[in-house]
């Protein structure tokens, strides 16, 4: 993983479900490409795509509201229950430590502080967005578009 040279290390929770979810998506990948990846390789593509719709759009809010529709509430409380909460079925979640270029975080922390012109208080941090994107993404997996999932993966990693 020498492509995060010079970055931040953040931990993610992750279901654990979800986590060996991952683990066999990461299989597929391979079955399919030829493309070896492991598990914090997703969350770097999440998180690069991420960052590509904040140089798009340049509208935080929009990103924000985006990638929060489903929370009843904009409030803190609400939002770090989306982010440490593990469903009372899961029994053990799994962290990920995870790598990620200084400049990436950077960008990152520009948009929340433009967010944070916008929308003060939302109580977000790139940990809480990486994790947000990478859970998100493989409820998606684990919700049936397995094969769009795969699809856009082994795209993103011949884009590297």
Do not use: W
Request: aromatic share 12%; net charge negative.
């Amino acid at each position: 993983m020498d492509k995060f040279i010079d970055g931040f290390s953040f931990s993610i929770k992750t279901p654990n479900y979800l986590y060996i979810r991952a683990k066999v998506l990461c299989d597929d990948v391979y079955d399919l490409s030829g493309y070896s990846m492991e598990v914090e390789e997703i969350v770097y593509l999440l998180y690069r795509d991420f960052l590509q719709s904040v140089k798009e759009y340049d509208d935080p809010v929009s990103i924000y509201q985006m990638m929060f529709l489903s929370i009843e509430s904009n409030s803190k409380s609400h939002i770090q229950e989306r982010f440490y909460s593990v469903k009372e079925d899961m029994k053990s979640a799994q962290y990920l430590n995870v790598a990620m270029k200084k400049k990436d975080v950077l960008r990152g922390e520009i948009f929340l502080r433009d967010l944070e012109s916008r929308i003060p208080n939302h109580g977000l941090t790139v940990e809480m967005v990486i994790q947000s994107l990478f859970n998100d993404f493989l409820n998606e997996y684990v919700n049936g578009s397995s094969q769009t999932v795969i699809s856009q993966l082994i795209e993103r990693l011949e884009d590297i």
